[in-house]
């Protein structure tokens, strides 16, 4: 993106312009959308005051306190009863490779997750057209999500049943509810970067380039739980907007 576009974009964002109609102008004016939301969540998220990691072979951010210990502590309540057994898109043959349990937080649900839902959002300037619903994961001893990347492999199987219809993953959004006794870190291998479970804090990255090639250094391993539980939310967005209903 030229510098000209560049400061277009950020003066439109201080004056509080809609992000979903800078996209729209954008769009119209052939940029694609993963170059659209590079700049425009990468804005939104310096002006929240989140801090980037510094290896900037990703864009990789963490936000201290995003939610409150009060809205980590609801959002707890509501997941326990909604969990089951946590799946993959493509078995790889390993049955160890995921073993947390995961809820669906959809903002029917409650008016509460609905505000959460929004509040993720708004801090990425994309709206929730370009997302999907809110998940939450619980790991207990043992549990662990092996070295793995977000994104679905071009031109596969995978790609053609999880994103032909509703495209691609962009940046996902993970929070941490509570803190781990022990284990249960986030590591990003190739970064050399690791995240310790904070109450609150989130930890925002955007799993492709640019130009919407996927980043393969995005992967990152949901370290085993060595004892007590670690408890997350995770919102993944798109490059490709629904208004229909969600159904995988």
């Known amino acids: ?48 005051k989140a801090v980037r990691a510094k290896d900037e072979r990703v864009q990789l951010y963490c936000l201290d306190d995003f939610l409150s210990a009060d809205e980590c502590d609801q959002l707890i309540g509501h997941i326990n009863p909604l969990l089951y057994p946590s799946t993959v898109t493509v078995s790889n043959g390993d049955d160890e490779f995921r073993t947390s349990r995961t809820a669906n937080l ?15 959002a708004d801090l990425l300037g994309i709206g929730l057209q370009y997302s999907e619903p809110m998940q939450a994961q619980r790991y207990d001893v043992g549990n662990e999500f092996k070295a793995h990347t977000d994104f679905f492999d071009p031109n596969s199987a995978e790609f053609e049943l999880f994103a032909k219809d509703h495209g691609q993953r962009t940046w ?11 284990g249960g870190a986030t590591r990003f291998a190739n970064l050399d970067t690791t995240f310790y479970p904070r109450k609150g804090q ?29 408890i997350i939310i995770t919102k993944w967005f798109r490059d490709k907007p629904s208004r229909s209903v969600w159904n995988g």
Request: glycine share 6%; aromatic share 8%.
């Open 172 to 182: 996902t959004f993970m929070v941490y509810l509570n803190e781990t006794k022990q």
């Open 106 to 120: 959809s903002a029917d649900i409650d008016p509460f997750l609905g505000a959460i839902d929004a509040k993720i």
């Open 202 to 230: 989130a930890v925002i990255w955007n799993n492709l380039y640019p130009d919407g090639r996927v980043n393969p250094d995005t992967i990152h391993h949901g370290m085993p739980v060595e004892a007590g539980e670690k």
């Open 1 to 48: 993106m030229d510098k000209n576009w560049q400061e277009w974009l950020n003066i439109n964002l201080n004056k509080g312009c809609d992000p979903g109609e800078i996209i729209d102008i954008m769009l119209a004016h052939n940029f694609v959308l993963s170059e659209i939301l590079a700049e425009l969540s990468e804005a939104k998220l310096i002006e929240g």
